[in-house]
């Protein structure tokens, strides 16, 4: 007598494993602020929010040999809980407003090569104000001098320095509860009214080693909550991602010129292939009227052209 055959239930358990998978990654995006920062653990979930999309595309190519409602359900809420994080950031709405001041900033790492290159890239953007950090060596002397020829103001702290067309006073050197300066805030007298410019460079992050950053970033919160200035412009390299949970310390108060424009994340580090974005310019009193990501040049970063508009 022949035994029934018993139904097989690998494919079912298959598609139940796809689909609890797919949960993970729209939990992990939804509840990632409950992470904790111990261990560098939030350091690496927040900066690798968007690229979440990649196991979601990953799950689907394999549902789609498998015939399962659970699989693609889990799918679905996955790609709902990215889609709302992250579409409207790849969404154009740049602003339409007659442009007012041009803001540059690159991190030039200026012990690599072309030091004058890598200048005359930063000039080509017409920027009336650039903040530039890594500054520093033979390099950095001749980005000094061939900014210098086209820039009549300039001030620097450490390895970052400002360039402006408008005149600066008021240059003030910033620790940020670090033993050393990279970081400073002067003031530009420029058409319409002044501005407080911050020019900052935060301290490098590692898996595990982020405190230093962290507290930079709580005192250059703190700082800027104290400023009363109407106009404000902070640029630099902010080893922040855009999504991580600390550069809402500084969002909270100043509008980020990606966020504001959208047309895609504008990733800048490492230069060759970008996969997030340390370098900002965040304002306050101003509109945004486009966000650039310049292209590759000769340093590891990709340096940021943004056109502001007066609110």
């Known amino acids: 007598m022949t035994r029934p055959r018993r139904p097989n239930r690998r494919p079912r358990s298959r598609g139940m494993v796809l689909g609890v998978l797919a949960l993970v990654v729209a939990a992990v995006l939804a509840a990632h602020e409950l992470i904790p920062e111990k261990y560098g653990l939030a350091l690496i979930v927040d900066s690798s929010l968007p690229w979440l999309a990649v196991p979601i595309l990953l799950i689907a190519f394999v549902a789609l040999f498998r015939r399962s ?6 799918i679905l809420i996955a790609a709902l809980v990215w889609s ?13 407003g007659s442009v007012s001041m041009t803001v540059a900033t690159e991190n030039v790492e200026a012990r690599r090569p072309l030091p004058t290159k890598t200048s005359n890239s930063v000039i080509d953007t017409g920027a009336d104000i650039v903040t530039l950090q890594e500054v520093t060596s033979k390099s950095g002397d001749i980005i000094d001098r061939v900014m210098g020829e086209h820039y009549p103001y300039h001030v620097s702290s450490g390895t970052v320095g400002v360039w402006s067309k408008y005149p600066l006073s008021g ?7 670090l033993s050393w300066s990279q970081s400073l805030s002067v003031t530009a007298a420029a058409p ?10 935060l301290p490098s ?20 909550a104290d400023d009363s200035s109407d106009r404000i412009i902070l640029a630099g390299d902010l080893n922040t991602a855009t999504t991580d949970r600390r550069f809402t310390e500084l969002t909270d108060q100043l509008k980020d010129s990606r966020q504001s424009t959208g047309g ?4 800048t580090w490492p230069a060759r292939l970008p996969v997030t974005r340390p370098d900002h310019v965040l304002v306050r009193g101003f509109g945004v009227v486009s966000d650039q990501v310049m292209d590759r040049g000769s340093s590891d970063h990709r340096g940021v052209v943004v056109k502001l508009t007066s609110d």
């Open 264 to 267: 895609g994340f504008g990733f």
């Open 171 to 177: 240059v003030r050197q910033l620790k940020l509860g």
């Open 84 to 96: 709302y994080f992250f579409v409207p950031q790849l969404v154009d709405h740049s602003g339409t």
């Open 192 to 201: 319409g009214g002044p501005v407080r410019i911050y020019a900052a460079h």
């Open 205 to 224: 992050v590692r898996v595990g080693r982020d405190a230093q950053r962290n507290r930079a970033v709580t005192e250059l919160s703190r700082i800027i």
């Open 69 to 74: 409602i659970t699989a693609w359900a889990g």
